[in-house]
């Protein structure tokens, strides 16, 4: 008589039954990467503008806070919105609200939120599924009288 080999029955139960166990973990994780990747951008982009508006005042002090060239007036959370800092780069979805009051002087640091526009017309932070926002600093810059 001739020896078959193969695969038994339980050997390959619990193969199906490992890989279902596997798929269960990984798809949620996979499927979560979009949520995730646009919270990044988000707290990158929030990143950027309050590097930018540090180098801005950086420059703002070498020339006296003279408004022009390398200095860019700064006032409220906006000026990042009007590409006066940014160049426009943060412009199209991207909204910026106002959190605390405006900075009094040179110097002087106000919060502010970063939020994301649907480009399919819904508002909401982000595509409204990851709530939130991002939080980005806004360093006064304004001429000296």
């Known amino acids: 008589m001739k020896s078959?080999?193969?695969?038994t029955l339980?050997?390959?139960v619990v193969v199906i039954v490992?890989?279902?166990?596997?798929?269960a973990i990984a798809v949620p994780r996979f499927v979560n990467l979009q949520d995730d990747a646009q919270i990044a951008q988000r707290n990158a982009t929030a990143a950027a503008i309050t590097s930018a508006?540090?180098?801005?005042?950086?420059?703002?002090a070498i020339n006296n806070f003279t408004v022009g060239g390398d200095c860019a007036a700064v006032?409220?959370?906006d000026a990042a919105n009007v590409g006066a800092v940014m160049q426009g780069f943060v412009a199209g979805n991207w909204t910026i609200v106002e959190v605390t009051a405006p900075p009094a002087g040179n110097g002087s640091?106000?919060?502010?939120?970063?939020?994301?526009?649907?480009?399919?017309?819904?508002?909401?932070?982000?595509l409204a599924s990851p709530a939130g926002t991002s939080v980005f600093t806004v360093v006064r810059t304004a001429p000296t009288p």
């Not at 078959?4 to 695969?7: P, W």
């Not at 540090?54 to 703002?60: F, L, R, S, T, V």
Request: glycine content about 12%; aromatic content about 8%; hydrophobic content about 50%.
């Open 4 to 7: 078959q080999s193969g695969f």
């Open 10 to 12: 339980i050997e390959l």
């Open 109 to 126: 640091v106000g919060s502010c939120t970063l939020s994301f526009v649907d480009p399919d017309g819904a508002a909401g932070p982000l």
């Open 53 to 60: 508006m540090n180098i801005n005042y950086a420059a703002c």
């Open 75 to 77: 006032t409220a959370c």
């Open 18 to 23: 490992l890989l279902g166990v596997l798929a």
